[in-house]
């Protein structure tokens, strides 16, 4: 093996065949480039210049890498013999699944950690099958999408079907199940794709049956690539056309703030509500020096989202938000908290401003209570974008009978009896002196007599 195989070779392993993609064309190996994709399968933008020869030691090249983009998605970029890729797929998914325990109650259980996903079996197809996306993860998990030319078209494709497999002898994963095997679900898709374009669809996409619900977004796929190279005309998918062609609302201007309408929002598993929230929104947008104000309308607003043991998510969109996620965690076993804000909105002049914060740490309150706070709240998600909230009441955890427990006030709240309460101690101070200031001069003035 070369000096040049040797240095791909270790690059794949390192961070796959994309990132690896980025050194085609240079013959030396230089592990000076390094990625750790261990978390994350998207690592970062690896920049390598090459620069003049050193007598002696031929040419050097400097790599940086760019700051690491967080991202939780899955990406395959697929490359034949002669290193061109013929298939590309970025999606985001998760995957929940009901099962029945031994003493004859469901439970569900979600997956949505790909970090440590592998793409074995993944092709770029043949004569005889068409290209296949293979993905496998935790233990005996596999998510299988398998694509067909039509025999009737020279112009398309299809997404033809998809198949997902589990493994109930997880005792981890699938405690106390009573039915114990793998089992696998199928779903037939058919959905036409041009052969020369790139199917997007960044809105939520549901696939369920009687025991597994498949939720998918932010999917980016072209699964007969031309000519090693990815197409830039996207096909969007129905509800993305809807996004993309209506009429942005946001404003360039920043108009007299009004409180904006409280909405009740809630998110729906297998087992029932087990996500609620009731809330005003206010969005604050400062973009290209212009500054937006802009109220979110329940009654144009969708709902969607997802429960999981340690986080949930609630994820709102509209005409003109492609998606605005809440995301919250449990923190030390027995508290919650919003964790995670992600934004992606289209501005009046038609570009998308997207921005993500996984690092919050608001809305803090006991598992199985809400979080309450009547007064408005900001959640600052970044120096450019904040939240407003107004009448906020949310319970992400232990909802029972789809209706809120005990909730706990915020501390805006809490400050309305703190006042009240340092009055009336001033007060009682005050009072107190001039007790102690009266009966010390009148110990005086009979003393004074008695001297006398």
Same mark, same amino acid.
């Given at each position: /093996? ?31 480039? $390094? ?6 399968? @998207?690592? +970062?933008? /690896? ?28 990406? !395959? ?10 298939? &590309? ?5 998760? @995957?929940?699944? $009901? ?7 469901? =439970? ?31 233990? +005996? ?35 106390? %199940? ?49 000519? +090693? ?6 096909? @969007?998918? *129905? ?6 062609? %209506? ?28 996500? @609620?929230?009731? /809330? ?44 605005? *996620?809440?995301?919250?965690?449990? =923190? ?14 289209? !501005? ?11 690092? !919050? ?6 598992? +199985?209570?809400? &979080? ?36 706990? *006030?915020?501390?805006?709240?809490? *400050? ?11 007060? %009682? ?14 110990? $005086? ?8």
């Amino acid at each position: /093996m070369t000096r040049a195989e040797s240095a791909e070779s270790w690059l794949l392993q390192r961070c796959g065949r994309w990132s690896a993609a980025f050194l085609s064309g240079f013959r030396e190996p230089f592990p000076c480039c $390094r990625c750790s994709c261990r978390r994350r399968p @998207l690592c +970062g933008i /690896m920049v390598c210049f090459r620069l003049a020869p050193v007598p002696g030691s031929g040419f050097v090249l400097l790599c940086l890498v760019l700051g690491a983009v967080s991202s939780y998605a899955l990406e !395959l970029n697929l490359t034949d013999s002669s290193k061109a890729t013929c298939l &590309y797929a970025k999606w985001q998914m998760n @995957l929940t699944i $009901r099962y029945e325990t031994t003493d004859k109650h469901n =439970k569900t259980v979600t997956i949505s950690d790909f970090s440590a996903a592998t793409y074995n079996g993944s092709f770029c197809g043949d004569d005889q099958n068409g290209p296949k996306i293979a993905v496998q993860f935790g233990s +005996g998990f596999s998510w299988i999408v398998n694509f067909t030319k039509e025999a009737s078209s020279t112009s398309t494709y299809l997404v033809d079907y998809i198949s997902f497999s589990y493994n109930t002898n997880d005792n981890t994963t699938f405690p106390d %199940a009573k039915e114990k095997g793998v089992f696998t679900v199928n779903y037939h898709v058919a959905l036409k794709i041009p052969l020369n374009d790139i199917f997007r669809c960044n809105s939520l996409s549901t696939l369920e049956n009687s025991d597994v619900v498949q939720h998918y977004w932010d999917v980016h796929v072209q699964a007969f690539v031309q000519n +090693g190279t990815v197409s830039t005309t996207e096909f @969007l998918c *129905d509800k993305d056309k809807t996004v993309t062609t %209506a009429v942005p609302i946001i404003p360039t201007t920043v108009p007299s703030p009004t409180k904006p309408v409280v909405g009740s929002y809630s998110v729906v598993n297998s087992n029932g509500t087990c996500l @609620l929230a009731t /809330m005003g929104l206010q969005l604050n947008l400062t973009h290209d020096k212009v500054a937006s104000v802009f109220n979110i309308n329940p009654n144009t607003t969708n709902t969607t989202g997802s429960c999981q043991p340690q986080t949930a998510l609630l994820r709102l969109s509209s005409s003109n938000i492609k998606y605005l *996620d809440f995301v919250f965690a449990v =923190k030390n076993e027995n508290r919650f908290y919003l964790k995670e804000v992600n934004v992606s909105m289209i !501005l009046v002049n038609g570009s998308v401003y997207s921005i993500s914060n996984t690092n !919050l740490s608001y809305w803090d309150a006991p598992l +199985g209570s809400s &979080y309450m706070c009547n007064k408005e709240q900001t959640v600052s998600v970044s120096g450019a974008f904040q939240i407003n909230t107004f009448d906020l009441r949310v319970q992400p955890f232990s909802v029972t009978e789809g209706k809120y427990s005990t909730a706990q *006030d915020c501390s805006a709240d809490d *400050d309305n009896f703190l006042v009240p309460i340092a009055v009336g101690a001033a007060l %009682a101070g005050v009072l107190i002196l001039v007790l102690l200031a009266y009966f010390i001069g009148l110990k $005086r003035h009979h003393a004074g007599y008695e001297q006398f």
